[in-house]
């Protein structure tokens, strides 16, 4: 079992920067594909960022260039470096971590890849 905890959000105004974190309770978080998504009021869950044990990163297309996720395997810690926010950012977003062995970050890029999820944090961007 994985607990995952996220922390950073918060309210930022449109241009800001903001780093979410991840902590994993699991020492098996070196080895295990995560990644983040996010759920914005009304709509659907949706892929943000996924990375593998080995570095391999893969983002959703609207996130690519502002976005970076990263990881501390030492400090069983994601990150999401979060730039240049906008007002459709706004969502609260969710920490994954997956039991797959797929080394392709690009194979979890959806919801199901992924067993173990945080409660999630809130993001708010003002314009």
């Known amino acids: 079992q994985v607990q995952l905890v996220e922390y950073g959000g918060g309210l930022v105004q449109a241009g800001d920067s903001l780093r979410l974190s991840c902590a994993a309770s699991?020492?098996?978080?070196?080895?295990?594909?995560m990644g983040w998504l996010r759920q914005a009021p009304g709509k659907e869950r949706e892929f943000g960022a996924s990375?593998?044990?080995?570095?391999?990163?893969h983002y959703g297309d609207y996130l690519k260039s502002r976005f970076t996720v990263s990881r501390d395997n030492a400090k069983n810690t994601l990150y999401l470096q979060m730039n240049n926010l906008k007002s459709e950012d706004t969502a609260v977003y969710y920490c994954?971590?997956?039991?797959?062995?797929?080394?392709?970050?690009?194979?979890?890029?959806?919801?199901?890849?992924?067993?173990?999820w945080g409660q999630g944090t809130q993001v708010t961007v003002s314009s």
């Open positions: 994954a971590a997956s039991e797959g062995r797929n080394t392709n970050a690009f194979y979890y890029r959806h919801s199901d890849r992924y067993d173990y």
């Open positions: 699991s020492g098996t978080f070196s080895h295990r594909p």
């Open positions: 990375i593998t044990w080995t570095g391999d990163s």
